[in-house]
């Protein structure tokens, strides 16, 4: 078996953080190498600093460092793109082809390409979107990762380049700062909780929204790509799910764990793309192929995320008492968010 180099770009935004060293546990640290624009970060070994809208330089690495795999994050997300809409289009779609191109020319054996819930509108599904559903993207985000399925769909058929792609949905993550996506409240709110005791959100109580916890995210990205060739039916990207709700439902259950905390809303731009997304999404294909199953809920992310950051800015957690969320189980087909004004 060919030995495997693993090339990341993007590697310190918020998926690349935790990635890195899940690929290195796996691979060993010589043999997953970092890229990113900014300089090397520390904590950061085997890193290269890399533009990857430089096509030049971009396949030189791969040529170099004798590349095999590439998990190409790299990316400007949905509220930044918005405010930026030629330079989101720009690399989140031409460093994909170049990304696809190389793939195709040195016989790369796989990549991974992060597509996103941005890719459904208005007229998608509200509840339990299906994979297959109607996608009108309207945000530059998410019109470029529906282009982007596609290109990974026309590769995949037109010259057997393996590339494999989740639709993730809102990331919630204890490594990572905030990266501009319109479901960042979700991670801010945990910091400004601990910190302040008090959060300003910019969506409605009430906006309900496809969530996951980072290491259910990493380890679907895992296990997709570890998955046989032949188990993968989705070649533009797999719908993936774990939990929805909205900033009511998160807000009451840190008020289970920090009784004192305090939210009020306030909400700006993002609210109109929050609104154009699902619900809840439906990942019948991601469950069939390849056995996709979440391990974290709305209870058990938010105590994991409060006691990691707690350790991490040492700010002590109160005693817990065994006390649960109500919390509603999927199909969501009539989901109301059901701790709105408390």
Not at 127 to 151: D, F, L, M
Request: glycine letters at 6%.
């Amino acid at each position: 078996m060919k030995e495997q180099r693993i090339l990341i770009t993007g590697a310190c935004g918020q998926i690349g953080t935790e990635l890195i060293p899940a690929l290195r546990q796996r691979f060993g640290d010589d043999h997953v190498i970092a890229t990113d624009i900014h300089v090397r970060p520390s904590g950061i070994s085997n890193y290269i600093q890399l533009d990857v809208m430089q096509d030049e330089m971009l396949e030189l690495v791969v040529k170099e460092c004798g590349v095999t795999q590439i998990y190409h994050l790299a990316a400007m997300l949905s509220a930044k793109g918005e405010q930026n809409l030629d330079a989101a289009w720009s690399l989140n779609v031409h460093s994909l082809l170049s990304i696809l191109k190389i793939a195709h020319e040195q016989g790369l054996e796989k990549v991974f390409w992060p597509s996103s819930i941005a890719v459904f509108g208005p007229n998608s599904p509200k509840y339990n979107c299906h994979q297959n559903a109607r996608t009108e993207p309207t945000t530059v985000y998410g019109i470029s990762k529906r282009a982007g399925e596609y290109w990974c769909n026309y590769y995949f058929d037109k010259f057997g380049v393996d590339v494999r792609s989740l639709r993730y949905p809102g990331l919630i993550s204890a490594g990572a700062s905030p990266g501009g996506g319109t479901t960042d409240y979700a991670v801010d709110i945990f910091h400004q909780a601990l910190e302040k005791g008090n959060y300003t959100c910019y969506l409605e109580e009430d906006t309900c929204l496809p969530m996951m916890y980072m290491p259910d995210a990493i380890r679907a990205t895992l296990e997709l790509m570890e998955a046989p060739k032949e188990k993968i039916s989705v070649r533009t990207s797999y719908n993936l799910a774990a939990m929805s709700f909205a900033p009511c439902d998160l807000a009451a259950r840190i008020r289970k764990i920090l009784p004192d905390f305090k939210i009020d809303y306030h909400p700006d731009f993002r609210q109109a793309i929050a609104n154009s997304w699902p619900a809840s999404i439906r990942d019948t294909e991601a469950r069939r192929d390849w056995g996709w199953q979440p391990e974290f809920d709305l209870n058990r992310m938010t105590l994991d995320m409060l006691e990691r950051l707690s350790v991490k800015k040492c700010l002590p957690l109160p005693e817990q008492e065994a006390e649960t969320l109500t919390y509603p189980d999927f199909p969501m087909d009539n989901y109301v968010a059901s701790n709105c004004r408390v």
